[in-house]
Structures are given as structure tokens and as C-alpha cells.
């Protein structure tokens, strides 16, 4: 079991809003930043959130990120079909020593 | 453009060694860190390991600590990951990824599929 943990599925009907939430510890999420990647099955993961909430160019506005104490959440306004895909949160932990990702979440766009 | 391309993924026995290797265009290796990070059939991604612009430093997962060395040479400009006593447990793709400074994974590679049959 992932110590960053997210649900294993999430699921919005198209134009949407839906959060996927990222819970860790004071040892990575807490003092580190969150980092969020998106993964269409098949193909390599892409880069969505860094540094928490910034977003990389290219990446559309509806894609943000927030985090509060020892959790982490992306939210996805206006859902297409197209972001339909696994993502997965990441963030680096002190204690360990290592980079943890999220177990990953299944997204779908009902 | 910058672009990653791994080789070197292929079917071994367990207890062998591979190397897998991860060319680099478009930018220089000497600017930055690198990882490998793996995904095994079906499963989420796991970071495995880390190493430093000038190669000084190097981190590594606990599952793969001892087993795998991460290096470069800057001179072909492209990454490594020396795997030996392979286990069951470590197949799946590869992937190695390009640390832009601020610890987000900018850029991916394609993947290499590691194998090992027990």
C-alpha cells in the first residue's frame, strides 16, 4: 500500500467539476511539494501540477492544484471525455528519503 | 526538441542482470537530474532511482537498493540503470525522466519493458 494515498477511482459526468484527493504525512506532503501526472493508459505519464499548484505550459487552466497540511487535491472544472486517464500524486519524504507516488486514481468521465 | 528514448528492456531470468539505457536530445545531461522510475503490469508508478547533474549524488528505492546503480555519461549524453539479482518482482516498463530544478518530472520517456521470469 502507497503511503501517499488516493481513491482508486473517481467519476464525473462531461463539463463537471471533480476533485481527486492525495493524503499523506508531515514527512512529504506537509513539507514538500505536490507534484500531479496524468497517465492515458498505454503511454508514458505527463506532467499536470507541480510546486503544488503551478502549472506547466501547455496545460490547460481547468487543471488545478491545492494542498493543505497533509493533503493534496487536483480538481478538474468543465470534465471532457479526453481527460479521461489515471493520475497519480507524487511528493518527496523526508523520513524515507525517497519519492512516493500516489497508489493512482482511475478517472472517468461517465 | 527534447526527447527521451530508452532501450535495453528485454526477457531475463531471474538472478541475471540487464542494463538498460536512456539517450538524451535536445538538452544537455549536465543541467540536470535524472530518474528512473518503473510500472509494473497493471500497477501505479514507482520512483527507483535518482542521480544528481554532476553524478555526485544518487538515491535509490529501498526495493532496489544494493541491486541497481544509476550513472551517466555525459559524453553520449544518456542515463543508466545497471540492474542485477533480478527478481520476479521488478518487471515491468522503465521509464527515465527528466527533473526540470524545481522536482517535477518535465519530460518522459517512451518506456522499455524489463521481464524476469522466475
Redesign the interface.
Known amino acids: 500500500q502507497?503511503v501517499l494515498i488516493q481513491p482508486p477511482s473517481a467519476s464525473a459526468t462531461p463539463g463537471q467539476r471533480v476533485t481527486i484527493s492525495c493524503s499523506g504525512s508531515s514527512s512529504n506532503i506537509a513539507t514538500?511539494?505536490v507534484?500531479w501526472?496524468q497517465?492515458v493508459p498505454g503511454t508514458?505519464?505527463?506532467?499536470l501540477i507541480?510546486?503544488n499548484n503551478e502549472r506547466?505550459s501547455g496545460v490547460p487552466g481547468r487543471f488545478s492544484g491545492s494542498k493543505s497540511g497533509t493533503s493534496a487535491s487536483l480538481a478538474i472544472s468543465g470534465l471532457r471525455s479526453e481527460d479521461e486517464a489515471?493520475y497519480?500524486c507524487?511528493a518527496?519524504d523526508d523520513t524515507?528519503?525517497?519519492?512516493?507516488?500516489?497508489?493512482?486514481t482511475t478517472l472517468t468521465a461517465l | 526538441d527534447v526527447q527521451l528514448v530508452e532501450s535495453g528492456g528485454e526477457l531475463v531470468q531471474s538472478g541475471g542482470s540487464l542494463r538498460l539505457s536512456c539517450a538524451a536530445s535536445g538538452f544537455s545531461l549536465h543541467n540536470y537530474w535524472m530518474n528512473w522510475v518503473r510500472q509494473a503490469p497493471g500497477k501505479g508508478l514507482e520512483w527507483v532511482a535518482t542521480i544528481k547533474q554532476d553524478g555526485s549524488d544518487k538515491y535509490y528505492a529501498d526495493s532496489v537498493r544494493g541491486r541497481f546503480t544509476i550513472s551517466r555519461d555525459y559524453a553520449k549524453n544518456s542515463l543508466y540503470l545497471q540492474m542485477s539479482r533480478l527478481r520476479a518482482e521488478d518487471t515491468g516498463v522503465y521509464y527515465c525522466a527528466r527533473d526540470d530544478s524545481t522536482g517535477a518530472f518535465d519530460y518522459w520517456g517512451q518506456g522499455t519493458l524489463v521481464t524476469v521470469s522466475s
Open positions: 502507497s514538500n511539494y507534484y501526472y497517465q508514458a505519464p505527463k506532467l507541480y510546486r506547466p489515471d497519480y507524487a518527496w524515507l528519503d525517497v519519492l512516493l507516488f500516489g497508489g493512482g
